[in-house]
Every structure is written in C-alpha cells, then in structure tokens.
C-alpha cells in the first residue's frame, strides 16, 4: 500500500505546483516593491546620517549658540603657526633661527 500513490495526496501536490506557477509573478512583484521600499529608506537614512548633525550646528550657530565641545580639526590653517614667529615685512631680511 505505501507504494500506491493517494489520488488526493497527488491532486492537492499539483495543485500547489499550479498555484505556484501562477503566482510567481506576484511574488515577483512583491519582493521587487519590498526590495525598493528598502532601498529608498536606506537613502533617506543615509542623508539624515550625513546632513542632520551639520544642519543641528548651523542653527545653534545662527540662533548664537556656541559650539566649544566639538572643534574642527586642524587642516594646517592658521593655528599650526607658533605663535612667536609673525611675518615679516617684505623690505625686511628673514630672520633664520
């Protein structure tokens, strides 16, 4: 008897099989509209990510709020300079230490 197959167990196997081709596209088009839906949050938390902490300090800067925790790094600017050395006038010879 086990090597008989049951008509119902056969019927409802292609059943499912039919059910399955015929939805596949569907499931096709479900998957590509999650997979997009994704992709757009991940760009929206991106540019939060980057534009959000950037923007919060230009509007303490303009409401007069003053920063002093986080400074930039130096990029040697201005402040790399000791501050016994100053330039010299052009007429003047560079002193050498």
């Known amino acids: 008897m086990s090597n008989t ?5 056969k019927l409802q196997e292609e059943e499912e099989e039919r ?3 015929s939805q596949k596209p569907k499931i096709q088009k479900v998957q590509n509209g999650i ?3 994704l992709g757009v949050f991940k760009f929206v938390g991106q540019l939060i990510e980057v534009y959000l902490p950037a923007m919060v300090e230009v509007l303490l800067f303009s409401a007069g ?5 986080r400074k ?26």
């Open 5 to 9: 197959i049951n008509n119902f167990k």
């Open 65 to 69: 709020g003053n920063d002093t925790q």
């Open 35 to 37: 997979w997009q839906s």
């Open 19 to 21: 059910l399955l081709r």
């Open 72 to 97: 930039a790094p130096n990029m040697g600017g201005v402040d790399d300079v000791p501050p016994d050395v100053t330039p010299t006038p052009p007429d003047q010879p560079i002193s050498r230490r």
